[in-house]
């Protein structure tokens, strides 16, 4: 009897990807995109995660139109179309404190700890949370247009404008968002997260030229008022939903909201790092 020796080849296992392996072109869009739709999808699952943005905008409106509307402006209608397209700014931007609770809570979960574990880009979560924050912010606008609508407000250049206002609001939104996510990712708990943001919107929001004439003010606050980015985006949006002058304001709320994410992106990016 004679054995048979037959020589045993090492089947080719390729190597899984990691997230150190060489990205992709185009891979943190992709992965970004993918994961963006996972906050859409937990906004599914919780519908709930839409009550800020959707009861807010109609409580505001109606409190500031028919509560302080006849005394500040002598008729609420008037003050209707004077306060809508404020209301329009602090609605997104208060809404993009959320997503700093967010992440922070999910980091404290170890949520982004498992991401780690995926062969995508380290930074694929970050961004796709911020893209996905957008339904959020088109959201709050449909709502608060639908009602502004319903009881009375009419929007008096043309849609072209009006969705520009949309898309200037939506652009400076998402440069906050970035303020938002720097300090989501550099305190430790959600809580500090909601009150830090409150202590910066505040002053931004009604320090501003949103829901009375600048020139009712002392003039110390008058000072602040007017190189107060939010005066003009408030103004811009006045400007292509009302009429009147656009070109200085919409520059200026470019230039702001490009300050803000140059300086902002790359801070929350460096704490996200340093935290996952």
């Known amino acids: 009897m004679t054995a048979t020796v037959t020589e045993t080849e090492t089947p080719h296992v390729p190597a899984l990807p990691t997230s150190d392996s060489p990205a992709r072109p185009f891979a943190l869009i992709r992965h970004s995109w993918v994961l963006a739709?996972?906050?859409?999808?937990?906004?599914?699952?919780?519908?709930?995660?839409l009550l800020d943005v959707t009861l807010q905008p109609i409580i505001f409106t109606v409190l500031f139109v028919y509560l302080f509307g006849g005394a500040i402006s002598g008729s609420q209608h008037a003050y209707l179309q004077f306060v809508l397209p404020a209301i329009?700014?602090?609605?997104?931007?208060?809404?993009?404190?959320?997503?700093?609770?967010?992440?922070?809570?999910?980091?404290?979960?170890?949520?982004?700890?498992?991401?780690?574990?995926l062969p995508i880009p380290r930074a694929a979560p970050l961004v796709g949370a911020v893209l996905g924050d957008v339904v959020r912010f088109i959201?709050?606008?449909?709502?608060?247009?639908?009602?502004?609508?319903?009881?009375?407000?009419r929007v008096e250049t043309d849609v072209f404008r009006a969705l520009g206002a949309v898309a200037l609001v939506l652009?400076?939104?998402?440069?906050?968002?970035?303020i938002a996510v720097f300090i989501g990712t550099a305190v430790r708990n959600?809580?500090?997260?909601?009150?830090?943001?409150?202590?910066?919107?505040?002053?931004?929001?009604?320090?501003s030229n949103m829901f009375v004439p600048v020139d009712t003010m002392p003039g110390w606050l008058q000072a602040w008022v007017k190189i107060n980015p939010?005066?003009?985006?408030?103004?811009?949006?006045?400007?292509?939903?009302?009429?009147?002058?656009?070109?200085?304001?919409?520059?200026q709320s470019i230039l702001s909201a490009t300050?803000?994410?140059?300086?902002?992106?790359?801070?929350?990016?460096?704490?996200?790092?340093?935290?996952?």
Not at 139 to 153: D, P
């Open 37 to 49: 739709g996972r906050t859409v999808t937990k906004i599914k699952r919780s519908p709930e995660q």
């Open 88 to 117: 329009l700014v602090q609605t997104v931007l208060f809404a993009t404190l959320a997503i700093g609770v967010n992440l922070n809570t999910d980091i404290g979960k170890g949520v982004f700890d498992r991401f780690r574990s």
């Open 139 to 153: 959201t709050s606008i449909v709502v608060l247009f639908a009602f502004g609508y319903a009881i009375g407000f």
């Open 171 to 178: 652009f400076f939104a998402f440069s906050l968002t970035w």
């Open 190 to 207: 959600s809580g500090t997260v909601q009150g830090i943001g409150f202590l910066l919107m505040f002053p931004l929001t009604f320090g």
């Open 230 to 251: 939010i005066t003009h985006l408030t103004e811009a949006c006045r400007g292509l939903l009302l009429g009147g002058e656009v070109a200085t304001p919409v520059l």
């Open 259 to 276: 300050v803000i994410m140059a300086i902002f992106a790359p801070l929350a990016v460096r704490t996200y790092r340093s935290r996952t």
